[in-house]
């Protein structure tokens, strides 16, 4: 993939010469297993074609100086000033920012070496939708700052302690999923990852299916208490199984059967929210294996299941959501369809014969336009590469 061509042109203006490097940063879709990585469950992220891009030079001083392209501002903060999360005239750094920001407070934290820099960002990820936008530019960042530095760590800690700069820096309690995916993607492969014991395999997606991604036009509603509501039932429900399960520490230590058995252990609030997540690690494990064996219609079916769950049990989908899945699953060529992300708003993944896809796009935003009056923006998806450098030319 090449770098958008405003993004060159763009640091020309403001900093007046070529950027050392371009850093590239991919946001993600999860094809499978939802609302599961607080219960340490399985996941079935991809890397996609929408990425954070930040072309960088160092500068000589500990300041930095980034243009957001997009929202149009620019901010300068300086590296020995970081937790005061404050800018160079001493104003409080806008909400975009604490994300680089908190990048390089997480790094200076583990001992790595950070050089000052000028840098220009941009992203196609959109905002707010599930794709992860937030992940994309930390690791964009953090995969620039360490190109830059000349240091290197293994992927899996750098997807860490981006993690860290969005927990304890800018304050949203993510898992390690996004992050994991932005550095570890592999075109053309999902990835089955444990966010337990954080070990994970690629399992090759089959060549004759699109991913199409369906944004139903609504942010997030809700989402915060709803996330944090539905986190503490997980786990009153995983402690409530623990007395008689003694090995359970997370929902993902129980089984269908064991939670069919001991049902009774639960006030009943807090069945259906065990049910989906049991169900889903059950459904993202499968999913692989079927994946794995280029199965790719039973992996739509668990799919659909999947966003059944998320309805009815887990209850954390919306009318636009629901109406872009049904409307899918009456489409030609559609094996399956679900929300994907934490729900009430965002985007729903779609697995689709290839050959059908475009027909597939267009009929599904006529229908949602159609059906709720609302615009969708529809489009087909690859799974890319993880995040890395890109050359910097014309
Ligand atoms: P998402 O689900 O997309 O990750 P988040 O709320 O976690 O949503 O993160 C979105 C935030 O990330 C934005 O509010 C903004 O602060 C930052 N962000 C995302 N994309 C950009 C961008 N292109 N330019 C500047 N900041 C961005
Ligand atoms: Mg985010």
């Known amino acids: 993939m090449s770098a958008p061509p405003n993004l060159l042109q763009a640091f020309e203006r403001e900093f007046g010469h070529l950027p050392r490097l371009i850093a590239r940063a991919p946001g993600r879709v999860n094809l499978l297993g939802e609302h599961v990585d607080y219960s340490d469950g399985w996941v079935l992220p991809v890397a996609i074609d929408r990425c954070a891009w930040l072309a960088a030079s160092p500068s000589q001083s500990t300041e930095v100086s980034i243009h957001a392209l ?14 005061d999360k404050l800018d160079l005239a001493g104003e409080d750094l806008p909400a975009w920012a604490l994300y680089p920001a908190g990048v390089a407070w997480a790094l200076r934290h583990a001992g790595h ?29 953090a995969t620039a700052w360490q190109a830059l530095a000349d240091w290197q760590v293994p992927p899996m800690a750098l997807a860490q ?34 966010t337990r014991t954080h070990e994970w395999e690629c399992v090759p997606l089959p060549a004759e299916v699109s991913l199409v991604i369906a944004d139903s036009g609504v942010r997030r509603r809700l989402g915060g208490s709803a996330y944090n509501q539905r986190r503490a039932a997980c786990e009153q429900a995983a402690r409530l199984l623990s007395e008689r399960l003694p090995n359970v ?26 049910e989906h997540v049991v169900s889903e690690c059950k459904r993202v494990r499968l999913g692989a294996e079927v994946l794995k064996a280029g199965d790719a219609a039973s992996f739509g079916k668990l799919m659909f299941e999947g966003h059944a769950s998320l309805r009815d049990l887990y209850e954390v989908s919306s009318p636009e959501l629901d109406a872009l899945v049904e409307i899918a699953s009456g489409i030609p060529g559609c094996l399956g369809a679900r929300l994907t992300g934490a729900g009430f708003g965002g985007c729903t993944i779609n697995l689709v014969e290839a050959a059908e896809a475009s027909a597939f796009v267009d009929r599904l935003a006529a229908e949602y336009q159609r059906k709720m009056d609302r615009e969708a923006m529809v489009w087909i998806s690859r799974a890319v590469d993880g995040a890395g450098l890109v050359p910097v030319s014309r």
């Open 113 to 141: 070496a950070l050089t000052g820099m000028q840098c220009v960002l941009t992203s196609d990820v959109p905002i707010g939708s599930g794709l992860s936008s937030s992940a994309a530019i930390e690791v964009a960042f």
């Open 70 to 83: 997009d929202l149009g501002e620019s901010i300068a903060f300086d590296l020995k000033g970081l937790e």
């Open 161 to 194: 302690l981006c993690q860290h700069a969005e927990n304890d820096y800018v304050g949203v309690q993510c898992g390690l999923m996004d992050q994991f995916c932005s550095l570890h993607g592999i075109r053309d492969h999902a990835l089955c990852f444990d």
């Open 249 to 274: 520490r997370a929902l993902r230590d129980v089984t269908p059967s064991e939670l069919q058995e001991h049902e009774q252990a639960l006030p009943p609030s807090l069945r259906p929210i065990a």
